[in-house]
């Protein structure tokens, strides 16, 4: 049975995705910050279990590492948009700075933190949830740090895949497409299940050998 990890699980895509992984066979180890949503949201699900992860914290993720013997996925979900992510003319360069300490330094945190028991995987995965807010070949001027944050999110995913070559450690980001979730909002056309059924194909049954790649709906999406 493989171990799936997803941070920011207890609800929106997150949970989506370790719901699908824990109904597909997995072991799934939901993570989260607030104890409570992610005690009753892993009791929701076969082979689930939880653990308290701030992942902008290195004490929780390092505590959170120590406790985990297995693992062959890792699902780097948690992410923020800030309150007054508006505009590239005005912002502040600090709500930047914040937003990247989350969705982009975060994910490298864990990563570094899990990385010795996806090296003791055959098939070790990380599947970073990026956005195509991220994209440099077609940049938009909605939420532009949280854009700019998984800009770099994605330059996490090959540096990682770069140092991993060799290492049978598959790396890639993935865009779920415009998702009704708390981030997303109600007007998004896409339901979760639809959004957290590439990132799932990802962890889950894309060929191994598929790495330092960006994905949507299980195509190849630009940079
Ligand atoms: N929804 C969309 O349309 C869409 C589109 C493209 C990409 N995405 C990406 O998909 C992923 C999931 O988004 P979502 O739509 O499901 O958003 P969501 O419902 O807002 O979920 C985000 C999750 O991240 C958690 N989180 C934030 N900061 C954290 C931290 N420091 N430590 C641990 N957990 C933290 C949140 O928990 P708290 O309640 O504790 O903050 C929440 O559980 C994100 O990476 C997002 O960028 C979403």
Known sequence: ???ALVTGAYRG????VARQLSERGFRVILTARRADAGIAAAAKLKNASFLEIDITDSGSVARAASQVTELDVLINNAAIIAEGDSDI???APELVAQTILTNTLGALRVTQ???PLLLKSQAGRIVNVSSGGGQLSEPGTWAPAYCISKTALNAI???FAAALK?????VNS???GWCRTEMGGQAAP????EGAAGIVWLAADAPQDKTALFWRDREIFPW
């Open 13 to 16: 895509l997150g949970f989506e």
């Open 174 to 176: 993935v865009c779920p």
């Open 157 to 159: 995913t090959c540096q």
């Open 89 to 91: 003319l005005h912002i």
């Open 190 to 193: 896409r339901s979760v299940e």
């Open 113 to 115: 933190a899990f990385l």
């Open 1 to 3: 049975m493989k171990t």
């Open 166 to 170: 060799d290492k049978r450690i598959a």
